[in-house]
C-alpha cells in the first residue's frame, strides 16, 4: 500500500518525497521560520497533509492523482475509498494570490471523472465541468488546468463527472490561496478541515453512494472520533479554523470556551468590520468559513451540534426503548440468544460502557456507536468531534497532543450531595390527569 503510494508520487514527479504522510505534512506545515520563506504560515491540515508542487519557469505544478485505496476513519474501521494522492480528503494545495498555477490532473479510476475548482476566479474553459467546460478526463488519461490565482480564502476542489458518486467516495480537497502582502491581523496558528458523511452500512467495507440522508459516518477530513487529531495551541494566540462542506448536510459547528469570531468565507477574509462572534457557526452545503479565536487554556470541545453528527454506526430503524420494563423478556431471550443485552431502557450512555466491556460486539468493521476517554470518564462521543488543547507552556509550532489539562484547584464541577430528594429546587408543576383516551397507558408509555 505505502509502497505503491510512493511509486505513485515518483511516477507522479511530485520531487523528493517523505516517506508517510505524517513526516510529509510535517515537512509541508512547519514553524515559523519558513514563514518569512514562502511568505504565509502554511495551513495545518487534520489529519491530513500539503501538496509539494514544483517550480517550472515560475509556474507552480501540482499534480492529483484520482485512484481507489484503502482508508481507515478510525482503528476497527476501514473502507474501499476514492480519493486524490493516496488520500481522502486529498492533499490541502496552498498557493499565494497572483500565482501561476498548472494543476495536472491523472485519472487512475475506472470511469473518467473532471476536476472542478469550486469557487476560483478563472476562465470558463478552466472550470471542470464534465461535458459542458471540458472534455472528461478518461481512465488513464492525464488532464492539465492552467490559470493565475485572482484571489485568497479558504476554497475547495472537487470532481464535476458523476458527481454524487465520487464525492460520496471521498473525491475532495482544500484550496488555500493566501493574500498576497500577508494579513493585517496575523494568525499563529491556521488548521483546516473538511466536513464530509458517508453511508459506510454496518458490516460492510465499501461507502454507499445512493444514501441522501441516513448516514453512519461523520467526519473532519474523513475522520471520526476518537480519531481526529485535537487542535493545538499555546494560550494567547491566534487560532484560525478553516472549514469546509462537501457532504449532504449543513453543519452547525460549535466551539466551546470562546466566542470565536467568523472571519471569512469563500469569499475570502472580511474586512474586520464584518467580523462577527459567535459560538455556533451553519458551515452550509458548499460554503467554507474561517473561525478565529484567541486560546484560552484547557480542554475544549469542537464539535457538529447536530446531536446524530457526533455518533459513530447505529441502526436507524431500531425500536425506542426508554422507558420499556424489560425484566422477565431479557432472561426469555437470553436463554435463546446466549449473551443477549437488553439495553436503552434508562438511555443509551450504557452502550459505550457495554462495548468497551467487550461483550457487546458489533458487525465487523464497524465501530461503536459511542467512543472515547477523558480524565473523568466516558466521552461518548463520535463523528464530527475533536478537541481544541490549549496550553501555557507550548512552543511555538509544537502540535503534539499535551495530554489532558490540569484544571488549576478549585475550578473542577464537583459532586455535593448523592441524595436525590437534596435540597429544595423548583419545579413545574404536573400536568393534570389525562382523559382515559389520552392516557399514556394506551400509547405503550411506562405506568
Ligand atoms: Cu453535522
Given at each position: 500500500m505505502r509502497l505503491s503510494r510512493r511509486n505513485l508520487f515518483a511516477a507522479a514527479g511530485?520531487?523528493?518525497?517523505?516517506?508517510?504522510l505524517a513526516a510529509a505534512a510535517a515537512a509541508a506545515t512547519s514553524?515559523?521560520?519558513?514563514t518569512s520563506a514562502r511568505g504565509y504560515r502554511p495551513v495545518r491540515t487534520l489529519n491530513g497533509w500539503t501538496l509539494p508542487y514544483k517550480l517550472v519557469n515560475g509556474v507552480k505544478e501540482f499534480h492529483l492523482v484520482a485512484e481507489e485505496f484503502e482508508h481507515e476513519f478510525a482503528p476497527g474501521c476501514r473502507a474501499k475509498v476514492w480519493g486524490y494522492n493516496g488520500s481522502t480528503p486529498g492533499p490541502t494545495i496552498e498557493v499565494v494570490e497572483g500565482d501561476r498555477v498548472r494543476l495536472l490532473v491523472t485519472n487512475r479510476l475506472k470511469e473518467h471523472t473532471t476536476m472542478h475548482w469550486h469557487g476560483f476566479i478563472l476562465p470558463s474553459g478552466m472550470?471542470?465541468?464534465?461535458g459542458l467546460s471540458q472534455e472528461h478526463i478518461q481512465p488513464g488519461e492525464t488532464f492539465q488546468y492552467e490559470f493565475t490565482i485572482r484571489q485568497s480564502g479558504t476554497h475547495m476542489y472537487h470532481p464535476h463527472a458523476d458527481e454524487m458518486v465520487q464525492m460520496a467516495l471521498g473525491m475532495m480537497g482544500m484550496f488555500i490561496m493566501h493574500p498576497r502582502g500577508g494579513e493585517?491581523?496575523?494568525?499563529?496558528r491556521d488548521y483546516c478541515f473538511l466536513l464530509h458523511n458517508w453511508a459506510?452500512?454496518?458490516?460492510?467495507w465499501r461507502p454507499d453512494?445512493?444514501?441522501?440522508?441516513?448516514?453512519?459516518l461523520w467526519t473532519f477530513n474523513s475522520k471520526v472520533f476518537p480519531a481526529i487529531e485535537p487542535l493545538v495551541a499555546r494560550s494567547g494566540e491566534r487560532v484560525r479554523v478553516r472549514v469546509g462542506n462537501l457532504s449532504m448536510w449543513n453543519h452547525p459547528v460549535h466551539m466551546h470556551g470562546v466566542e470565536y469570531?467568523?472571519?471569512?468565507s469563500d469569499g475570502g477574509r472580511w474586512p474586520q468590520s464584518q467580523w462577527r462572534r459567535e459560538v455556533t457557526e451553519l458551515v452550509g452545503v458548499g460554503q467554507t468559513r474561517d473561525l478565529e479565536f484567541v486560546a484560552v487554556p484547557g480542554d475544549w470541545a469542537l464539535h457538529?451540534?447536530?446531536?446524530?453528527?457526533?455518533?459513530?454506526?447505529?441502526?436507524?430503524h431500531i425500536p425506542n426503548?426508554?422507558?420499556?420494563?424489560q425484566s422477565g423478556v431479557t432472561e426469555e431471550i437470553r436463554a435463546l440468544m446466549p449473551g443477549f443485552h437488553s439495553m436503552?431502557?434508562?438511555?443509551?450512555?450504557?452502550h459505550q460502557d457495554h462495548t468497551q466491556m467487550g461483550h457487546l460486539k458489533g458487525p465487523p468493521n464497524t465501530l461503536p456507536m459511542m467512543m472515547g476517554q477523558g480524565p473523568f470518564g466516558n466521552l461518548e462521543m463520535g463523528g464530527m468531534f475533536t478537541l481544541i488543547k490549549v496550553r501555557d507552556d507550548l512552543a511555538p509550532g509544537?502540535?503534539?497532543?499535551?495530554?489532558?489539562y490540569r484544571n488549576p484547584a478549585g475550578s473542577v464541577a464537583k459532586r455535593?450531595?448523592?441524595?436525590?430528594?437534596?435540597g429544595a429546587p423548583v419545579r413545574a408543576p404536573a400536568l393534570a390527569p389525562a382523559t382515559p383516551a389520552e392516557s399514556m397507558d394506551h400509547h405503550g408509555g411506562q405506568s
Open positions: 511530485a520531487g523528493a518525497l517523505a516517506p508517510s514553524t515559523g521560520q519558513t472550470d471542470g465541468v464534465g493585517a491581523v496575523r494568525v499563529d459506510l452500512h454496518p458490516g460492510t453512494p445512493m444514501i441522501m440522508q441516513d448516514f453512519d469570531h467568523v472571519t471569512g457538529c451540534h447536530m446531536a446524530h453528527h457526533t455518533m459513530n454506526p447505529m441502526g436507524h426503548n426508554i422507558g420499556t420494563d436503552g431502557a434508562n438511555g443509551m450512555a450504557e509544537d502540535y503534539r497532543d499535551p495530554g489532558w455535593i450531595s448523592t441524595d436525590p430528594e437534596f
